[in-house]
């Protein structure tokens, strides 16, 4: 985009409290204009048909998407300019969430795809959480910025049907998830290879699809082990637990991570104190 405006995007995010409360897929709008108005209950109203009054050039659709890895939450945000449906892009950010409020800083620009006359701003929001007739909502204020000037403020939106859902137990031995890279698929049908690509060293792992145990105390060794699933959702969270951590620390695994004839490679790492993970996001 412009220098002085911006869109955000797919978000990376960690919690501290009550994260269970915002995990899953969220949609809504960014509302970008120096007029948007932060009155209690604008998502409703846009839910239900204002935010079609919005300009289009101001209005762009965005997704959210949280995913619960103990006492903190890692996701995406992807956004679509209304006004250029091929301009994308993907942040990573940091957040808390406590007393029904999101908020987050976004200051880690991953890519985007524009022309050469935009680029999206870093940005950083302040969220209400509030439910009303089936919903759950996220909606607040947004603040951009570039290296070197102030992008255009907004107003954000998002939405989904509320499931109510039993609080479980915090795991007293919660590891800190970090989510390396993200990928995205076309199919939902995906073939993944792991090996050890330097010494065997007794490294042995589990792997968890969306919380999921996919692949359970996995010995990594120079025979590449190849897996296939099924991408149940739309954005997915591949994590790398480690069962032990080998004669030398902490347990590596190369990933080789299909789409047809053609492949992108990562090598993971993770011990007792950090989980190392990845992003999948099936689509177009």
């Known amino acids: 985009m412009k220098t002085k405006t911006a869109l955000l995007f797919l978000l990376l995010v960690s919690f501290s409290l009550n994260a269970q409360q915002v995990s899953g897929v969220w949609k809504g709008y960014l509302h970008q204009s120096r007029t948007a108005e932060d009155l209690p209950g604008?998502?409703?109203a846009w839910r239900i048909g204002s935010s079609k009054r919005l300009p289009i050039n101001e209005r762009h659709e965005v997704e959210y998407f949280f995913s619960k890895n103990a006492d903190s939450l890692s996701g995406t945000y992807f956004i679509r300019a209304s006004f250029d449906t091929a301009m994308t892009g993907f942040f990573l950010l940091s957040a808390h969430f406590k007393d029904k409020t999101l908020s987050y800083v976004a200051d880690d620009k991953s890519w985007e795809k524009t022309s050469d006359f935009w680029t999206f701003c870093y940005n950083k929001g302040r969220l209400r959480y509030y439910?009303?007739?089936?919903?759950?909502?996220?909606?607040?204020?947004?603040?951009g910025w570039t290296g070197s000037s102030i992008c255009t403020p907004g107003i954000v939106g998002i939405w989904r049907p509320y499931k109510p859902t039993e609080s479980k137990p915090e795991s007293t031995t919660a590891r800190k998830v970090d989510i390396r890279e993200n990928y995205q698929i076309r199919d939902s049908s995906i073939v993944i290879d792991i090996w050890d690509e330097q010494y065997e060293d007794g490294d042995t792992i589990t792997l968890r699809l969306n919380g999921k145990i996919l692949l359970k105390n996995h010995r990594v060794t120079k025979e590449k082990?190849?897996?296939?699933?099924?991408?149940a959702d739309e954005y997915n969270v591949l994590e790398m637990v480690?069962?032990?951590?080998g004669k030398t620390p902490p347990n590596t695994a190369a990933f080789r991570i299909w789409e047809g004839e053609k492949y992108q490679e990562i090598v993971l790492k993770s011990d007792f104190g950090?989980?190392?993970?990845?992003?999948?996001?099936r689509g177009h």
């Open 274 to 281: 950090k989980t190392e993970a990845i992003v999948i996001r």
């Open 42 to 44: 604008f998502a409703h």
């Open 225 to 231: 082990r190849r897996i296939r699933f099924k991408l």
């Open 131 to 143: 439910i009303r007739d089936g919903y759950e909502y996220l909606e607040g204020t947004w603040q």
């Open 242 to 245: 480690a069962v032990n951590t």
